[in-house]
C-alpha cells in the first residue's frame, strides 16, 4: 500500500523558518519525481517544488530564495526547508510523488497545515 505522511507543519511569526518532511513508502521512491503543492482556502492547489530523479530542482517564483526542496533515496522522504515565510505561505502543503508511467496521476499525502501569522 502506497502511502506519503508529511509532518512538520505548524504555526510561525512572518520571517520565521519551518522544516516540513514526507515519508514515503510503498513505491520504489528513487523512480519518482518528487513535489511539494500548497492551497490555500478557496484557491486551487499550485505547485510550490519539485524534484526530478536526477535531483534536478524547481520553484515557484514566490518561494525561489526562500524555500528548498531535497530528496534523500536512502531513507525515502522528501524535505522542503522554508524561511523568511510570509503569511501569503499560508496553506495547506501536500507531497506528491509522480510515478514514471505517464498515464499514473501519482500519489498524494493527506496534507500539513503552515500558518504565518504575529
Known amino acids: 500500500q502506497v502511502q506519503l505522511v508529511e509532518s512538520g507543519g505548524g504555526l510561525v511569526q512572518p520571517g520565521g523558518s519551518l522544516r516540513l518532511s514526507c515519508a514515503v513508502f510503498g513505491i520504489q521512491f528513487s523512480a519518482y519525481a518528487l513535489a511539494w503543492y500548497r492551497q490555500a482556502p478557496g484557491e486551487q492547489r499550485d505547485l510550490v517544488a519539485s524534484?526530478?530523479?536526477?535531483?534536478?530542482?524547481n520553484y515557484a517564483d514566490s518561494v525561489k530564495g526562500r524555500f528548498t526542496i531535497s530528496r534523500d533515496n536512502a531513507n525515502s522522504t522528501i524535505s522542503l526547508q522554508m524561511t523568511n515565510l510570509k503569511p501569503e505561505d499560508t496553506a495547506v502543503y501536500y507531497c506528491?510523488?509522480?510515478?514514471?508511467?505517464?498515464?499514473?496521476?501519482?500519489?498524494w499525502g493527506q496534507g500539513t497545515q503552515v500558518a504565518v501569522s504575529s
Open positions: 524534484v526530478t530523479t536526477r535531483s534536478t530542482t
Open positions: 506528491h510523488a509522480g510515478s514514471p508511467r505517464p498515464d499514473h496521476p501519482g500519489y
